[in-house]
């Protein structure tokens, strides 16, 4: 069994920052895509930012040149650096990894989700 347990969320102004951390363990051979997704009030779950175990990124067109996506490979963690922070970056964020795995003795890849942590800007 995997477990991704997310932390940094909170209360922040318009135009400040916040870093979500997140963190998988449990039965991991290896971490291949590593994400950052998000749902707000009334909307569906999306896309924020992907990352590659090589290090090649994604970002979703509302957050780029404001959040950065990384990971430390060696601590099976992925962090999210948020900037210039918008009411419309109120959501819950969700970390989600693509995490092989051996059952048994069959090699299987699954994605696995976090619990979700709360950012909410306001003015």
């Known amino acids: 069994q995997v477990q991704l347990v997310e932390s940094g969320g909170g209360l922040v102004q318009p135009g400040g920052s916040l870093r979500l951390s997140c963190e998988a363990s449990?039965?991991?051979?290896?971490?291949?895509?590593m994400g950052w997704y998000r749902q707000g009030p009334g909307k569906q779950r999306e896309l924020v930012a992907t990352?590659?175990?090589?290090?090649?990124?994604n970002y979703a067109d509302p957050v780029k040149g404001r959040f950065t996506i990384s990971r430390d490979n060696a601590k099976n963690t992925v962090s999210l650096q948020m900037n210039s922070l918008i009411p419309e970056d109120t959501a819950v964020y969700y970390c989600?990894?693509?995490?092989?795995?051996?059952?048994?003795?069959?090699?299987?890849?699954?994605?696995?989700w976090g619990q979700g942590t709360q950012v909410t800007v306001f003015s």
């Open positions: 449990g039965s991991i051979l290896s971490i291949y895509t």
């Open positions: 990352i590659t175990r090589g290090g090649s990124t």
């Open positions: 989600n990894a693509d995490v092989g795995s051996y059952t048994g003795s069959v090699y299987r890849t699954r994605g696995y």
